[in-house]
Structures are given as C-alpha cells and as structure tokens.
C-alpha cells in the first residue's frame, strides 16, 4: 500500500540510525529507502540496529546527489525540526499522511531526513512542495533522525489503516495530465533563472531570495508536464528575442561606428 513512497536519508553520519530508520520503515510496512552519501554504508553498527529489517538496508539505493534519489518523484517534502528563513507550506506528519497515502499508483513521494547535525540545507528544502514538521516542544524540537521517520511512518500507516482521504482527493491535479516530476521542476528552475540573468532582472551577484520566491511559487501551483513544457517554450523565446536584440545592438553599434 505504500510502495509509492521513498524515505531519503541525506548524508546521515551515524550508520546506527540508517539501521534504526529501516527498522522503523519496515515495522509501518514502507521498504524504499535511498540513500544520498551516506558517511558509512554498509556497517555493521547499521545492520544490528536494522534487527530483522536487513532486507530494507540489502535493497537500499546509494547515491551520490538529492537528484538520482527524487528525480522521478512528483511529490517531495523535506522534514525540519525547526522554522528557516523563507516560511514555506508547512504540514505535520498526519496532514502529509492524508495527502501521500491514497496516492498509490498516480504519483511517488519522496519524504527527505536531514542530517543529525544540521539536518537538510535551504537549498534542499527550497526543492521541496512542502515541508512537514512534528509540532515537538519550542527549545527542544529537534527528534534524532530515526525517531523521526517512525512517527511519519506510523501517521502513513495510520492513513491506510484507517483508509483516510484527505480533503483534497489527490495531490495537484485530478485530470489527465501527469504532473511535472522533481527533475522536469528544476529544469524550469534553472532555465528561469538563467533567461532572468540575461535580461537582467536576476543580479547574480545580488541574487537575494528571487529564486527561493520564484520556487515557492511554482512549487504551490504543483504543475504538470505540459504546463512546465509551455513555461519552458515562453522562457525559449524570451531567450531568442534577448539574443535578437543583442546581436541587433551589436549590428547598430558596429554600423554607426
Ligand atoms: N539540528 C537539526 C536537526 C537535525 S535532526 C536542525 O535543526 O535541523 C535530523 C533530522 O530528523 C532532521 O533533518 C529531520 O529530517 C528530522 N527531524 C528531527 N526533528 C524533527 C521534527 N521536529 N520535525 C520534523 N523532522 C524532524
């Protein structure tokens, strides 16, 4: 029932929590768990906290970027332990369950775990649709990681337990068109930001917060493939006539030398 949803640990540094965390998987019935540069896997200390759930760690994936491990996925939330400097759409672990759960079969969700220290980056979070926070107490909120993905875990299973819908009866959309997946968005991203660079609305050495803004915003319209192939084709003629008027001002230039 849960199949369509991955857990990322993303560069977890103690191999006793990436143990822990397919225990807590396996217990709640999820088994896709991907790895991003782990700092020691496989490792014994990995495999005796697992207990029986080595199977979960055996066909855990290892990768090298946040890309390889959500790049097919149309849902990706990013868990914090703690509020960052551009708010963006937050949720608990039972709001996320109602929305994830019944997705099986339309879209894959990737829930990602920061590290133990810092947890995940603003860069990270900034690709993310949502971030989901356990409403821990103020000064103390920050579970270790493990503990984490159980209680996100137990709000899934709970969700499929209960058959829970939420409100909204699917993520994005409910017509014909699949939605844009985390590597078709950043694409769009990095095109945006490099046809903003050249017409010189985007400073790249005053970036400011227009991306994480412009990011927020897309990522709140949740939009599917061909609504990220038509901002692609605008940005592409943005790109041709910028580059028209360039080499026209080059012509004017060179003829009243
Ligand atoms: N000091 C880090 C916390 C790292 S805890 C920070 O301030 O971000 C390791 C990971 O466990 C986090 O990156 C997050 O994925 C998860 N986690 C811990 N506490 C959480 C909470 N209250 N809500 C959601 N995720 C939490």
New binding site residues.
Partial sequence: MLDHIRIVLVNTTHPGNIGAVARAMKNMGLADLCLVEPKHFPDEAATARASGATDILDAARVVGTLEEAVGDCQLVV?????GRHIPWPVIDPRELAAIAAPLSGQSRVAI?????????TNEELHACHLH?????VEGF?????A??VQVVCYELRMAVLQDVRAERPQWGTDWDIELADHVELERLFEHLERTLVDIEFLDPNNPRQLMPRLRRLLLRAVPDKVEVNVLRGILKMVDRAVAGELRGQRVGRSKAD
């Fill in positions: 990013g868990t914090s332990a703690r990602l775990f920061g590290r133990e220290d810092r947890g995940l989901v926070h356990i409403p821990s909120s920050s579970l270790n990681i503990a984490a």
